[in-house]
């Protein structure tokens, strides 16, 4: 769903302040993104609640869904990842103004199909454009659960699978995840 079309970059900040709900700014407009289900969001929040004791000790952010992330791309403007690493400025109530240093996204069940998979690839590099180190593609239905994409080499992924421990380097040093508790 649309919600805004062609107005400038500090228009859609304002109206994307205004959304209750998910979204990020694509393509000159502020576009919806859905609710996920129960195993996608519990595996999020798996993954932030890892990061959460990692910044415990060794300082950084860890954000969970829906907290935006403004950039400054031909074609986006913003990310609304599933959970992010970040080490950049605070923003206090405001959006926080860079990408994030790790960007988690977990695929829900719209998430398929060769459509979807041409918006993810597209998301990853812009991703990188802006910035972000690593970024996750989760896939619960997939053997090859977590792919880990880096920017230095954004096509040829490290892809763990379940009894498997995954990681984010360079962007979250020394973090370890273990991939099953994706499925707790």
């Given amino acids: 769903m649309t919600v805004a079309t062609d107005p400038t970059?500090?228009?859609l900040i304002v109206e994307l302040y205004k959304i209750d709900g998910k979204a990020e700014i694509v393509g000159?407009?502020?576009v919806m993104m859905s609710p996920t289900g129960d195993m996608p969001g519990s595996a999020a929040g798996a993954?932030?609640?890892?990061?959460?004791?990692?910044?415990?000790?060794?300082?950084?952010?860890?954000?969970?869904d829906n907290v935006a992330?403004?950039?400054?791309?031909?074609?986006?403007?913003?990310?609304?990842?599933?959970?992010?690493?970040?080490?950049g400025p605070r923003a206090r109530m405001k959006f926080l103004p860079t990408a994030p240093d790790f960007a988690i996204?977990?695929?829900?069940?719209?998430?398929?199909?060769?459509?979807?998979?041409?918006e993810i690839v597209e998301k990853r590099a812009d991703y990188f454009a802006a910035g972000t180190k690593v970024v996750w593609d989760v896939d619960l239905l997939s053997e090859d659960v977590v792919r880990v994409y880096r920017a230095e080499s954004p096509d040829e992924?490290?892809?763990?699978?379940?009894?498997?421990?995954?990681?984010?380097?360079?962007?979250v040093p020394g973090w370890k995840f273990a991939v099953d508790e994706l499925f707790d």
């Fill in 9 to 11: 970059t500090e228009q």
């Fill in 28 to 30: 000159g407009q502020i």
């Fill in 47 to 64: 993954i932030y609640a890892s990061l959460r004791q990692y910044v415990r000790q060794h300082g950084g952010r860890a954000y969970t």
């Fill in 69 to 87: 992330f403004l950039v400054d791309l031909p074609n986006r403007k913003s990310f609304c990842p599933d959970a992010a690493y970040y080490t």
């Fill in 105 to 118: 996204e977990v695929r829900s069940e719209g998430d398929y199909g060769p459509a979807m998979e041409r």
């Fill in 157 to 171: 992924p490290t892809i763990y699978r379940r009894g498997e421990t995954a990681e984010a380097e360079p962007a």
